[in-house]
């Protein structure tokens, strides 16, 4: 099963993510790590992003989370199922503003700096995803047969991958 998780910031796809490869035994990654070097503190081009997706999609099963980037619309394809976390603005604003304090009181872990202007560029992000949300959608909408939509808190809370295993 190769599982593409896709939401914008503070959706829960990394928590989700985790959970699932926890009860499945299949490993997740991130596309943070994948688009960004931060042992060499460098974007990556997006050749050495796809080989390192086509090494990861060798692999029999795989979970895939992240914001999706255009140059990675190839990942729909390579997915047996696409799972589209859409939770309201109101309580991704929310998070992200919890996420950054658990990460300045170091009770929360993350792969970059927890800075002012990293707050001010989630909310930034989280607006211009809402100005292309449509076009996503869009997009998503050719792999329906795929896709499952989850719109809320409790339905990402109480999906399980073994109803589809």
């Known amino acids: ?15 989700l993510a985790r959970r699932l490869s926890k009860e499945s035994g299949i490993s997740y990654y991130e596309i943070d790590s994948i688009v960004h070097d931060d042992e060499n503190h460098r974007k990556r081009n997006v050749e050495e992003q796809r080989e390192i997706i086509e090494k990861i999609n060798d692999q029999e099963h795989w979970i895939l989370e992240g914001t999706l980037r255009k140059n990675l619309y190839f990942l729909f394809d390579y ?3 696409i799972l589209y976390i859409n939770l309201p603005l ?6 992200i503003f919890l996420r950054f304090l658990k990460q300045k009181l170091h009770i929360e872990k993350c792969n970059y700096k927890p800075s002012i202007k990293m707050l001010k560029q989630m909310y930034q992000w989280t607006k211009e995803f809402e ?6 959608e869009r997009e ?3 792999y329906s047969s795929k896709l499952i939509t989850l719109e809320s808190k409790k339905q990402v809370k109480e999906y399980h991958l073994a109803k589809y295993l």
């Open 1 to 15: 099963m190769k599982i593409l998780i896709l939401g914008i910031v503070a959706s829960g796809k990394t928590t």
């Open 90 to 95: 109101k309580i991704r604003k929310k998070r």
């Open 79 to 81: 997915a047996d199922q």
């Open 140 to 142: 998503l909408s050719q």
């Open 131 to 136: 100005t292309k949300r449509e076009k996503l």
